[in-house]
Every structure is written in C-alpha cells, then in structure tokens.
C-alpha cells in the first residue's frame, strides 16, 4: 500500500510542478510519470525496511 501512495502522491506533486511551470500536457504527463516512479522506489524501500523491521 505504501507503493501505491507514494506514486499517486508522486505523480500528483509532478502534474502539480510542471502546470506552475506552465508546461504543455506532454510536459505534465512526462513529470508526473517521473516523480511517480522516483516516490513508487522510495516507498519500495520504506515498505521492505518496516517489513524486516517487523520481522526481526
């Protein structure tokens, strides 16, 4: 679940940055996917560093 959040949460602050730069639509989909993937990564690693926090 974090996954997820974290690449909705990315791919919304993405649109966000590029629409006050006053990006086209190919601009704010290219920033959105960026970020989405960048956040999606970092709570890939959150989600397995709790997990094995978990465990252990």
């Known amino acids: 679940m974090i996954v997820i959040a974290a690449l909705v949460l990315g791919a919304l ?3 966000l940055r590029a629409r006050r730069r006053n990006g086209n639509g190919k601009d ?28 252990g």
Request: charged fraction near 15%; proline fraction near 0%; hydrophobic fraction near 60%.
């Open 13 to 15: 602050w993405g649109d």
């Open 28 to 55: 704010r989909l290219q920033y959105a996917a960026v970020h989405g993937i960048a956040f999606a990564i970092v709570g890939l690693f959150a989600t397995i560093l709790i997990d094995r926090a978990l465990r």
